[in-house]
Structures are given as structure tokens and as C-alpha cells.
């Protein structure tokens, strides 16, 4: 079954840090960009990082910019976001999505079914 898996989620207090994965089932993550999304309750999915298929080309919301780190590890077969000075306004479910249309680039703003494929997500909380 082809599928990506996010994992890492939880509940951590302000300033803290969580770092979340995205593995592949049954495909090869070599060829496609990903990017990581967020939905909180009651409001509309953003992007949060991107990176392209190569690794050479990643991009960040401004509003986690400095803080949010996007990598990736071939032989893992996994993105991770590595998350650092979590604020509450970072609450809300995280989704991975792959594509292997975005050549040099990668989605942060992508049309849903611009994605190949979509995590099932994982739960962030930030709260004391």
C-alpha cells in the first residue's frame, strides 16, 4: 500500500521542541517534493515547509521561519520537520503531502490534488 506515515506529535509546553517525520509505504521518496501542513481547529490548512525533491530547495512560513527546520534522509526514507520554540499558535494537526510535480521546487501553497499523496497527520499541542 503506497502511503505516507507522520509521527512525533504530542503535547509539549512553550519553548519546547518536537521534531516530526514523514515515512513512505511502498514508494521511494527520491523523486517527489514534500511539504508539511497544518490545520487548526476551526481554520483553514496553511502551509508551514516545503522541500524539493533534490534537498537543495526548501521554504517556511514567515510565521516559522527561524524556528521550523525541513530535512530529508534518503536512506531513511523520511522528511522531518524539526520544530524548535513552539509557540500555542502552533497547535493543530500536521499533515505531510508528497508531489512529483514540482521539479527544482517545492509546494508550500499547493491545490490539494496538486499532491500525490497525504498523511492521515499528526497532533501537535503547545500549551502549560
Known amino acids: 500500500q503506497l502511503q505516507l506515515v507522520e509521527s512525533g506529535g504530542g503535547l509539549v509546553q512553550p519553548g519546547g521542541s518536537l521534531r516530526l517525520s514523514c515515512a513512505a509505504s511502498g514508494f521511494t521518496l527520491h523523486a517527489y517534493a514534500i511539504g508539511w501542513f497544518r490545520q487548526a481547529p476551526g481554520k483553514e490548512r496553511e502551509g508551514v515547509s516545503c522541500?524539493?525533491?533534490?534537498?537543495?530547495?526548501?521554504n517556511y512560513a514567515d510565521s516559522v521561519k527561524g524556528r521550523f527546520t525541513i530535512s530529508r534522509d534518503a536512506a531513511k526514507n523520511t522528511v522531518f520537520l524539526q520544530m524548535n520554540s513552539l509557540k500555542p499558535e502552533d497547535t493543530a494537526v500536521y499533515y505531510c503531502a508528497a508531489s512529483s510535480g514540482y521539479g527544482s521546487s517545492c509546494p508550500l501553497h499547493p491545490y490539494y490534488y496538486d499532491m500525490d499523496y497525504w498523511g492521515k497527520g499528526t497532533l501537535v499541542t503547545v500549551s502549560s
Open positions: 522541500i524539493s525533491s533534490s534537498g537543495g530547495s526548501t
